[in-house]
């Protein structure tokens, strides 16, 4: 049996996030490559232009970024999800402890779950129950 690489969008305006994200996730024996986007504009662009290329098995998504935050990016993913070929799981990181934004990840269910950051092991565990 082959095994396939399974491909991970990190969507995050913090570089030092994605170098320790990557160093986890190497960790943790998966098969995996990384895409990072310093903007959601970039990973949208990605997603809208996947035609013949495979699509990410998971997206790990900031909240609080520049220009367009994570709650922008879902708002234009709704309009482009009918598109792609795979719905694809989000998760979304941050280090917001509001409630507020607990509750909003919950109504959103193209959200599948919400973690804090820093990560740890339970939570390197919670991302890879999604690959």
Not at 29 to 42: P, R
């Amino acid at each position: 049996m082959v095994e396939t690489t399974k491909q991970v969008y990190v969507v995050d305006d913090d570089e030092i996030f994605h170098f320790i994200l990557k160093k986890m996730l190497e960790q943790e024996g998966e098969k995996l490559e990384v895409t990072s986007f310093l903007c959601a504009e970039d990973a949208l662009e990605e997603l809208q232009h996947s035609k013949g290329h495979p699509l990410p098995s998971l997206i790990i998504l900031d909240m609080n970024m520049q220009r367009m935050n994570g709650w922008d990016f879902i708002e234009a993913y709704r309009g482009i999800k009918c598109t792609l070929t795979q719905q694809i799981p989000i998760i979304m990181c941050s280090s917001s402890i509001d409630m507020r934004d607990i509750q909003k990840v919950k109504r959103t269910p193209e959200l599948k779950a919400y973690i804090t950051k820093p990560l740890d092991s339970e939570k390197m565990q919670q991302i890879k129950d999604y690959l």
